[in-house]
């Protein structure tokens, strides 16, 4: 089992920033693909970012140069900088975890982006 806790949401102003972290904990070991997804109100949960244990990334067009996912393995955490944001961006975000073919999900934390 894997347990995720994320930290960092709020309220910022369009054009703003926000950090993003995530710290996993439990079966650690056996965690491959982590990252980062949203879901808004009335939308679908969609990908952001998504990093290896290797340190390959992989982003939504959407927020394509704008957001940085990064990775401590030691430490089992994951980070997104969320840079130039957006109202669109307004979102609850997960983090993500695979481990041994399973998914897992922290409980998310809003980000709101006001215009």
């Known amino acids: 089992q894997v347990q995720l806790v994320e930290s960092g949401g709020g309220l910022v102003q369009a054009g703003g920033s926000l950090r993003l972290s995530c710290a996993a904990s439990?079966?650690?070991?056996?965690?491959?693909?982590m990252g980062w997804y949203r879901q808004a109100p009335g939308k679908q949960r969609e990908l952001v970012a998504i990093?290896?244990?290797?340190?390959?990334?992989n982003y939504a067009d959407s927020v394509k140069g704008r957001f940085t996912i990064s990775r401590d393995n030691p430490k089992m955490t994951v980070s997104l900088q969320m840079n130039s944001l957006k109202p669109e961006d307004t979102a609850v975000y997960l983090c993500?975890?695979?481990?041994?073919?399973?998914?897992?999900w922290g409980q998310g934390t809003q980000v709101t982006v006001s215009s």
């Open positions: 439990g079966s650690i070991f056996s965690i491959s693909n």
């Open positions: 990093i290896t244990s290797g340190g390959s990334t």
């Open positions: 993500y975890a695979a481990s041994w073919s399973r998914g897992y």
